[in-house]
């Protein structure tokens, strides 16, 4: 097994261990909580990393038995259609049908995914998998679990602490990612009389140097850029993170200490209006 592949597996199963933990500690009260996650509680929030365990180990063993296709009762998405489209319902559905069996849910359905991990071969991490954007390779696939449950770990445990940070393990892997969710979550606009470019500059622990210059329509990324910024955001790894998917108000997050904002404070806001989370 490559060292990429067996510490991704060991991310995902980490992570979700140290999630249980924390939802094992819940009462009831804080169950009902609202989390990161507009219209969702802590219990939704967990409901839709609990529900999708089960799926990523169906569509890991279809992947290896050479099927990337939909499965029954499922459908590619369309263009320009939000990742976010029906998901909301289905965790409320999800949790009311789970009720107190929710927490052994999770339990029960990450250990499944842990046991389909531990089958993947280096000949399978390449093999296409179903997702609803379009087949990924599996390693893609596996690695979006990390995603999904280190950013509603996020939203959980902020519903209950306004200072909680982003998990610091999962981060390099996160940052590697950031391509390809920025692809999926560029909003195009009106055209710009001029480009907007936003600077990033990110200390740690994963450092980022990094401008977006967004030009309505589309946006490109240029690595340790230089010259001037319309707005450049100072912060750490995993608020950089934060922003990124989505779970930041700027103008909030410049009072709590979790950026600071250089140039234009309009224009940092408006990024939010090109890259939205879902």
């Known amino acids: 097994m490559p060292n990429d592949m067996k510490d991704t597996i060991e991310l995902v199963n980490a992570t979700a261990s140290r999630l249980g933990e924390f939802l094992s500690g819940l009462d009831e009260q804080q169950w009902s909580a609202n989390s990161a996650c507009e219209g969702w509680t802590v219990a939704d929030a967990a409901a839709h990393v609990t529900a999708s365990a089960s799926t990523w180990a169906t569509n890991i063993a279809r992947a290896m038995a050479g099927d990337s296709g939909p499965p029954e009762g499922q459908s590619f998405m369309t263009p320009g259609e939000r990742g976010s489209s029906g998901l909301a319902q289905n965790a409320i559905t999800y949790r009311e049908e789970s009720g107190s069996k929710l927490l052994d849910n999770f339990t029960s359905g990450y250990a499944d ?27 893609d696939y596996v ?26 393990e999962p981060l390099a892997l996160m940052v590697g990612r950031v ?26 622990p994963v ?21 001037d910024a319309d707005a450049v955001f100072l912060c750490d790894t995993g608020n950089y993170i934060l922003l990124l998917y989505g779970r930041l108000d700027v103008d909030q997050a410049t009072v709590e200490g979790r950026l600071r904002v250089q140039g234009s404070l309009e224009q940092a806001v408006n990024f939010t209006a090109w890259f939205k989370g879902f």
């Open 113 to 139: 995914l842990k046991e389909q991990m531990a089958k993947l071969r280096e000949e399978n991490w390449e093999k296409p998998c179903f997702h609803r954007r379009g087949p990924l390779p599996i390693g």
């Open 207 to 227: 450092a980022v140097k990094e401008d977006l210059v967004v030009t309505g329509d589309a946006f490109q990324a240029e690595a340790n850029a230089s010259g």
């Open 143 to 168: 690695a979006l679990r990390v995603q999904e449950l280190t950013v509603h770990g996020w939203d959980i445990r902020w519903g209950l602490d306004p200072d909680a940070e982003i998990w610091p």
């Open 179 to 204: 391509p390809r969710w920025l692809s999926n979550a560029f909003r195009p606009g009106l055209d710009l009389p001029t480009p907007v470019r936003y600077r990033f500059d990110v200390d740690g």
